[in-house]
């Protein structure tokens, strides 16, 4: 047995376990958690402190610093998150729905936890903390792999929640690191049938591909977002401007973030000409078809690869279309069913663009960026779903767990 | 771009115009396809004796002649099949929550196809007709690979489908049979991501292994059961007779047969005497541990592997144990996650063999052989699923669809 095997074995020991904890259980150990986060704050500091420096010795960019540094504040939203998500519902253990068959035997759906889950993600030590509290808070073990780069705040951040964890009395095990950050590793994680029930990927597309294609554990891609605004001819211009200066402007980083504009022609000029004035202030840079050029500030042409870029920057496609159809049509082709929104003012238009576009969320007279299992009033959120199995657009707890089908009978034979 | 890649283009595309189908129309084409079958039938047996013509003189064993072989009765009940199908509640298009948030936004989940869902699947050609009509019952398009043995019959149904179902007015592409039956492109075919939604292996424990460990498409892992039922102290002891005769014998091709009896050693001697007695009539082998091989006739001892095959057989390991504990433990070491039963007369000792195992299916005093989508009440069934992702135990028509978050706004943006 590998080390990593031994790590996974011991997961799901302790997983058979934590699914024999009451849900009061598990929210003394999340508020245990996050009192220890709060608690050994300098100790994680120092830790963040050693990954920064090696990473700023490495010349690592600054948005990746910003990312991997932690402040006593931040060590603090992340307790605050645990928090919030010991006041969650617990979905465990509830039956679904329970039938009783002709021949008297009764069917009964649990929800029950998946098990083992695993998490591989890049940079923020945040998801160390929340990753963790999330799978005890639904009685699943979980194995963490974060990156090389914030191995020593993981570490640190693991150490103290497994030390709240087990003091709180749940197994040893329910909350691991895989301390070896090398590739190797992680291909090996990939391929735990027997141990590892999912596998969940944070980060960027590049994590997620590798992770699609060698896994052969059950993997629920996450992520990865080159959303859509099609401003219709009927839109309300007011309206169509506010949404997409927003849906571009007010978080550019992030997967539901509009990357690409498709405009019907007919509104075109008046339309972008706003649009370009009002994306003054954020220094939007377009790249715009020919049609479209001429409307927008310093716009340089499109190419074809910038439909298909998740940005995840102040940085614009834009393209006008003769019609829904043809912006159906290039939605389809670029599309990573993610989330998708029509401006529009046509009802016809507007059952078709939600009928004929397939992503996670499609919007009408709305920004993509409410896709997050916070606006969905989900709670918590453990990433966002763009594959279609088992779960799709946010997570939320319930996406952390299973169905068991128990059967009660008195002798029923087939 | 490849054969299979151009198919799976046209599949991709037909299951969009799938999806503006109403279910009146795919009942329409259900329908048609099912006359279709009958109306054909002797093209279909001409092309099933080639088949069954080149499996003889490959020298083919009879069990597996038995499921190649088609006659008029099994292309009756394949039609037949398809106007059960035709009588289930249609669950794409409804709209399963919808909730109001506090911004006014609408969000509603609507239950939508998957997209195209492929087949990978083994001699019976009558999986052929089935995995098509479950795809156009919930507007998905099916791209079917059959095993080389079956492929003259295949391509005759596939031909007869597609005719009927482009006779109804769906799209062409909408069923589609991989004709290449080589190796290569059944590889292909598991990393056609972009294209195939969901990946089915319908077959031996070999080709889901081969499915699970090559495919980078998501896939619904089917079907190895090496199902337990362990006789708890407490138990009726006719009961346990009674459905310990019923799980093992009353079909042991199937995966809900019982592989491995367990039973607790102070009520063996009685139990397996009768048992044994009981069993005489089918002719069970039993392979059985130190304790327990001498309670029944002709055992031969059992091998570390024999508690770790699902032998489909008449043959039965059997183990005595100190009680539930060792019990729960044996199972949590071999269980495919298929079924697993207890047959006790003790709450607590019910309760905790429920809670603990984690299977698809568990049951108290009742036979392993229920979990069928048939007798959980599910109308058709496509297989059971043995993970936990997605769907667990007999998958019916919902386990073919996914979710879509249709938003409805006024101009809101966060």
Not at 179 to 194: H, V
Not at 281 to 290: G, L, P
């Amino acid at each position: 047995m590998t080390n990593l095997e031994k790590q996974a074995a011991l997961a799901k020991k302790a997983a058979a376990q934590l699914y024999m904890t009451s849900g009061d259980d598990r929210n003394r150990a999340l508020m245990a958690m996050a009192d220890a986060l709060e608690n050994n704050c300098p100790k994680i500091l120092e830790a963040n402190a050693v990954d920064m420096k090696n990473a700023e010795e490495k010349g690592t960019r600054q948005a990746m610093l910003d990312r991997l540094k932690l402040t006593e504040q931040r060590i603090s939203d992340m307790a605050a998150a645990i928090r919030d998500i010991v006041k969650l519902e617990d979905p465990i253990g509830h039956t679904e729905r329970a039938v009783k068959r002709p021949n008297g035997l009764v069917i009964a759906e649990k929800r029950v936890p998946l098990g083992v889950v695993g998490v591989i993600y890049e940079a923020r030590p945040n998801v160390t903390a929340d990753a963790a509290a999330l799978a005890i808070k639904t009685a699943n073990a979980a194995i963490l792999r974060g990156g090389s780069e914030a191995i020593n705040s993981n570490k640190k951040i693991v150490e103290v929640l497994n030390d709240a964890v087990i003091g709180a009395g749940m197994p040893e095990g329910a909350v691991s690191l895989v301390c070896d950050t090398d590739r190797k590793t992680a291909q090996e994680m990939m391929r735990l049938n027997g141990y590892i029930d999912v596998l969940i990927p944070r980060g960027g597309a590049g994590l997620i591909k590798t992770v699609i294609e060698n896994a052969t554990v059950p993997v629920i891609e996450t992520g990865v977002g080159n959303c859509h605004t099609f401003i219709d001819k009927s839109a309300d211009i007011d309206m169509a401007v506010k949404i997409a200066v927003n849906a571009k402007c007010s978080r550019p980083s992030v997967c539901n973030a509009m990357e690409t504009l498709l405009v019907h022609k007919d509104i075109m000029a008046e339309f972008l000409t706003r649009l370009s004035e009002a994306m003054r202030e954020y220094n939007v840079k377009f790249r715009a078809c020919e049609q479209s050029i001429s409307f927008l500030e310093g716009a340089s042409p499109a190419a074809e690869e910038d439909y298909e870029t998740e940005f995840l920057d102040y940085i614009l496609a834009a393209k006008a279309v003769n019609g829904i159809g043809e912006a159906i049509e290039h939605i389809r082709k670029y599309s990573t069913g993610h989330s998708e929104a029509i401006v529009t003012n046509d009802y016809a238009n507007s059952q078709k663009f939600t009928d004929e576009i397939d992503a996670a969320a499609v919007y009408v007279n709305a920004s993509t960026r409410f896709t997050d299992g916070g606006c969905f009033g989900l709670g918590a959120e453990i990433g966002i779903s763009t594959q279609k199995l088992h779960v799709r657009g946010p997570m939320g707890l319930k996406a952390l767990t299973t169905i068991k089908y128990v059967i009660s009978g008195n002798g029923q034979i087939r």
